[in-house]
């Protein structure tokens, strides 16, 4: 009765994770540092004048601008920029809205396949419950960045090439997603086998409550906690995942670069001491991969105890 | 008795030891691509020919100063003006120990005019040849032609036996991706054996003991080449000692390979030109957006020829390394003149209104082909003409590509733009026009065709008063130039690094000779 008259807000203050959140300053500073970044990325047309991605807007005698605190830095680039002219602020805060979109896209794919066949083969168990997991076993003996680069180069031989560049975002998420739903098939199949013999499934099985019903609306709530906390950490892969195979130039085009393609353009310059190329970018990676991390980590610590 | 000859083992052994450690010493060579094929005929680019410069000899041979000399040949003579004579060395053998005579010349020379051969655009005019006897070729051209010698050094001389043993008589297909033995398999004259094959990864060269020459440096008994695609990655490789020799060092590391104490940089102007070609035929792009064929137009090549800034290119993309260009042609090259090589002004706005002229005031849409293992920075150049012809509304696709499908496509007309360089092993404008410009010819991929130019070409392959020779090659210039047949960009510097001790001699053409090549 008192439940009611909590508003959202309240309620999500007295929560047990809110406590747990304010308490932790791990938690907090890369909470903090997610959101600039994903405001950044996602609004950057208006934090940056700049776009990277219009050839047509660069200027070539631009091009190799040191940061604008060094002593041939010009101040409207602030982290200098690349070889074709480009600012390395604006290409990194580009390239990063790409690395997110793929990084997010592929958890998802990965969670949705996962999730389902790992829920359906602990439910219905049995010979469809075998298959599914010695998929599962079998896809686990191939390392994900060659399952990855597998699937990317059967996709380079049957698309064609005038729609590979722009195939290129969607078959790189598919790889990386299908490189990484064993982990939650795993995951959800577990959780599954513990709760399909509490009471609560028993009683629903008993009025004639429908296997999917029962599936999706009574088991899945139950185990989405550990689901969760795999999904954060698989966030972090899947990012670093796309900068491997970006920077092994299987990924997205040159013309419209993520975080890993930066990095690797930037590689050629290493030794003639133009180190901003690659540094910048590879910098902004690791803080963007090891905040989702510790997020990550602050969750499992929460949500799921028994891990620890 | 006994300790005598145990001195005697124990001195052998010493000297066997001491000889193979002092004197056997590898240089191992790097570039960013590998020989498309070790036949001789099949395929006329750049490093293929390096790679078999250092196997195959041809009758005669471009020394370290570029000029002509003998080689298989030691001397010849022209009895009318279209016979020639050429005396063999009779001291040759291939490295399989079979003696080179006559019949293998004129073998070859045939073999190198069959259809699958990619020289055969080199000794059009030759019109018989045949062996008098065991050591003189007799040559019979169609008309009189004053750059024979220079074509000739370029068609290398392979064993008609050899040939015959293992169904090589006609050159590889290239073009049609055909696996022959001559392709994986080289047995020449030179200098050189190879001895291990493993194409983009590793050719073994072993010293050919049963050569005629002698080498500069008896120590450097084996080459590897070790192709290395990334720029970085090669620079490492040759820092860390790991190679030796790298002929194309990448212009953004030079000044770090020269602060290193044990390594040097060499550079010179190469004899190569870079620039695009526009398809001037088709009906419609392949890769367009308008239906039509706006490379038609004079006036929409002269728009991307005057939207390009040529300086920037140079200073970013080159680091000077780079000499810009207004014909497919260098200093050195009979024809050449500096008048000539004046580009058009770069100008943004001229260029928009030449395309608003031409009828295409928002540009068009096209596919900018490009190799990305070819020439000194070839895509980080093609990267720059994207955003250059932005500027002026058109949107330009990049495709780059290894150099072996890049030209395999071109060859097979796929190319509306493309990128390629050329080079004149001859150092005659002839070689330029016969390839590039005249109506049909194999690598005339713009489809470019005039009468006229037809018709100096005619006069460059069969006239020997020079004067009359050289007028028709400034006029075929000047037309070729005037029509904007092609994009010119710039003549390539080449850089070579080695280290401290290793020295082979820098040549304008980017073939290093290996027989020249010592340790100090």
Known sequence: ?308 | MKSKYFIKILLTIFFVFASTQTFAKTIKWSMQGDSLTLDPHAQNEGPTTQVSRQVYEALVTRGLDMSIGPQLATKWATVDENTWYFYLREDVKFSNGQKMTSEDVVFSILRAKQPTSDFKEYISTISGVKAIDEYTVQIKTSKPNPILLNQLSNIFVMSKEWCHENFAVVPQNWDASQETFSAVNAMGTGPFKITLREPNTKTVFKRNKKWWGSMKDSKVTEIQLLPIKNAATRVAALLSGEIDLVTDAPVQDLARITSSAGHKVESTPQMRTIFLGMDQAADKLRTGNTGDNPFKKKKVRQALYQAIDIEAIKKKVMRGLSEPAGIITFPGVNGYTKELDKRLPYDVNAAKKLLADAGYPNGFEVELRCPNDRYVNDEAICTAVVGMLGKIGVKVNLFAQTKSKHFKELKDNQGDFYMLGWGVPTLDSHYVFHYLYESGASWNKVNFSDSEVDAAIRVMEGEVDLEKRNAAIANAWKIVRDNIAYLPLHHQVISWASKSDVDVPIRPNNEPLFRFASFN
């Open chain 1, 1 to 308: 009765m008192d439940n009611k008259k909590l508003t959202w807000f309240n309620r999500v203050k007295d929560s047990d994770i809110y406590y747990s959140f304010i308490k932790s300053p791990t938690a907090i500073v890369s909470t903090f540092i997610l959101i600039l970044i994903f405001f950044c990325s996602f609004f950057v047309e208006f934090v940056t004048p700049y776009n990277p991605f219009d050839p047509s807007s660069l200027s070539l005698m631009d091009a190799f601008t040191p940061p604008s605190w060094t002593e041939d830095g010009l101040a409207k680039f602030i982290l200098g920029t690349d070889g074709q002219g480009r600012d390395m602020f604006a290409t990194i805060l580009y390239g990063s809205r790409i690395s997110l979109i793929v990084g997010f896209s592929a958890v998802i794919f990965a969670l949705v396949l996962g999730v389902g066949l790992g829920l359906s083969a602990g439910y219905f168990g049995g010979k469809y419950e075998m298959i599914v997991m010695r998929l599962t076993d079998v896809q686990l003996t191939v390392p994900s960045i060659l399952m990855a680069l597998l699937v990317d180069g059967i996709a380079r031989g049957i698309i064609s090439r005038e729609l590979h560049d722009e195939m290129a975002i969607y078959v790189l998420i598919f790889a990386i997603g299908i490189s990484e739903w064993p982990q939650f098939a795993r995951v959800s199949r577990a959780a599954t086998l513990v709760e399909k013999n509490k009471d609560y499934v028993s009683a629903s099985t008993i009025i004639g409550v429908s296997n999917l019903i029962i599936m999706f609306k009574h088991i899945l709530p139950n185990i989405l906690r550990p689901v969760l906390v795999i999904g954060t950490i698989g966030l972090a892969l899947a990012i670093i995942a796309e900068a491997t195979l970006s920077f092994l130039g299987v990924g997205v085009p040159p013309t419209t670069p993520s975080l890993g393609t930066l990095i690797r353009l930037g590689n050629d310059f290493l030794f003639s001491g133009e180190w901003w190329i690659t540094f910048f970018p590879a910098i902004f990676l690791v803080i963007l991969a090891f905040s989702i991390n510790l997020l990550g980590d602050w969750m499992r610590d929460t949500l799921n105890p028994k891990l620890n």
